[in-house]
T-cell receptor, first 112, second 111 residues
Framework: NAGVTQTPKFQVLKTGQSMTLQCAQD?????MYWYRQDPGMGLRLIYY???????DKGEVPNGYNVSRLNKREFSLRLESAAPSQTSVYFC???????????FGPGTRLTVL | QKEVEQDPGPLSVPEGAIVSLNCTYS??????FMWYRQYSRKGPELLMY????GNKEDGRFTAQVDKSSKYISLFIRDSQPSDSATYLC???????????FGPGTRLSVLP
């Protein structure tokens, strides 16, 4: 039981490049989330998916898109990366929206 | 003013000390309060959550909420080097929805 896994662990992009961050959970959870963590800012919600087939914007969705591929997987895409998107990205999952969230290990992204 | 504030630290204490970590907030509608622990280069893990005002104890950890002062605390008794981590507070109006996180306090417990 791996919990929440994220790939890649590290990534360096140039401004304007695109990439997709992958997240998978094996806990049969319905809800999944993407956060970014910046120094002095705490965790901020980018997008979430209450259940398979639904996605909703969080606090800071601009510049990102998401796909809930199936119940296990929730991906985050940066279409045209900007230096302001340099951050650590965490995926989380929970049985439902009102349940405890379990976090993955994070992806450290640097945009030059 | 940020919605949730925490002293960023770092806070260094000797092993065995009692640690007090604190958050203040501005939104009086918050009802659910959580503390997460985050080890370096790892994801946050939930330590405790409380609803409304009062205290909750779990082993060496005690969470305290004072809604009248918009102030929450996490106390760690008999602190251990393994407690060295960043502690994040989080709160929401409805449990599990729209968490607002504090920026975290980095704690070092020295042997």
């Amino acid at each position: 039981n791996a919990g929440v896994t994220q790939t890649p662990k590290f990534q360096v992009l140039k401004t304007g490049q695109s990439m997709t961050l992958q997240c998978a959970q094996d806990m049969n959870h319905n809800s999944m989330y993407w956060y970014r963590q910046d120094p002095g800012m705490g965790l901020r919600l980018i997008y979430y998916s209450a259940s398979e087939g639904t996605t909703d914007k969080g606090e800071v969705p601009n510049g990102y898109n998401v796909s809930r591929l199936n119940k296990r997987e929730f991906s985050l895409r940066l279409e045209s990366a900007a230096p302001s998107q340099t951050s650590v990205y965490f995926c989380a999952s929970s049985p439902g929206l009102t349940d405890t969230q379990y976090f993955g290990p994070g992806t450290r992204l640097t945009v030059l | 003013q940020k919605e949730v504030e925490q002293d960023p630290g770092p806070l260094s204490v000797p092993e065995g000390a009692i640690v007090s970590l604190n958050c203040t907030y501005s939104n009086s509608a918050f009802q659910y309060f959580m503390w997460y622990r985050q080890y370096s280069r790892k994801g946050p893990e939930l330590l405790m959550y409380t609803y409304s005002s009062g205290n909750k104890e779990d082993g060496r950890f005690t969470a305290q909420v004072d809604k009248s002062s918009k102030y929450i605390s996490l106390f760690i008794r008999d602190s251990q080097p393994s407690d060295s981590a960043t502690y994040l507070c989080a709160m929401s109006v409805n449990y599990g929805q729209n968490f607002v996180f504090g920026p975290g306090t980095r704690l070092s417990v020295l042997p």
